[in-house]
């Protein structure tokens, strides 16, 4: 747009005139941030209140799994636990401990492999086959997803939303698995704090010092005043202000 100032008689008009303009396209912005093009990846929400869900992918083993679950009771924090449906079958007893302590249970699919690059029938079938072993094992119904790696793609997105699940990533990551050490892991964590947040850590074998981390990122958490909620307690109580899209 082009101004001219012959316009305007006094600097007062001119002033009020932008302003105007301003107002207007704020509305636009706004209004334009409530269109969705279609289902997205969660990864977190806006809210003023200092609230985070503490979220673990978990694939294979069990050798920190207990210890983990462990230190989410002594310290009175539920978690999310993305499982995947071979993992729930293998190990039936653990996975009923992550329900019977109090944990949300969402998928993390059957067969661990990038969804994005895979065609909606073939997600389609990964996801009910883990749903149905989770449901086998556990006894619930998941309806919160995290694909493999993080990975989607809109036609992804479509299925797992036709499926009656919602795609969740995260906003902080620990980059547990790359076993950088039990106080950068803290510090990574800590650093990428905010209201709202989903955090990123494993249960599975690999990440051998996120058993270790644990206990001292809980309690630095706490100590800034935070609340642990699960993704679905986030999702529904406290995303008042809106969900941040991945």
Do not use: C
């Amino acid at each position: 747009m082009i101004f001219d100032l012959r316009r305007f008689k006094t600097f007062r008009h001119l002033f009020y005139s932008v302003v105007g303009l301003l107002a207007i396209s704020t509305v636009y912005i706004q209004v334009a941030d409530l269109i969705h093009t279609g289902p997205i990846a969660i990864a977190g929400t806006r809210t003023d209140q200092k609230v985070v869900a503490l979220t673990f992918d978990h694939s294979w083993g069990n050798k920190f799994t207990p210890s983990i679950l462990d230190t989410l009771k002594q310290y009175n924090v539920k978690a999310t636990f993305f499982i995947m449906g071979p993992w729930a079958t293998k190990y039936p007893d653990v996975a009923k401990r992550i329900v019977a302590d109090g944990h949300e249970v969402g998928s993390h699919g059957y067969r661990h492999e990038n969804y994005g690059d895979r065609s909606a029938d073939w997600v389609r079938e990964d996801i009910q086959k883990a749903h149905a072993q989770i449901k086998e094992v556990t006894g619930v119904e998941p309806v919160l997803l995290r694909p493999p790696n993080g990975h989607y793609s809109q036609s992804s997105l479509k299925t797992t939303d036709e499926l009656g699940y919602k795609t969740i990533i995260w906003n902080v990551d620990s980059l547990d698995w790359k076993n950088p050490g039990r106080d950068v892991i803290v510090e990574r964590v800590m650093k990428r704090l905010k209201p709202g947040a989903i955090i990123l850590m494993h249960a599975s074998d690999t990440p051998v010092q996120t058993a270790e981390a644990l206990p001292i990122l809980l309690e630095k958490i706490k100590a800034e005043g935070y609340t642990f909620v699960t993704v679905g307690d986030l999702l529904q109580n406290y995303a008042g202000q809106g969900i941040l899209k991945h």
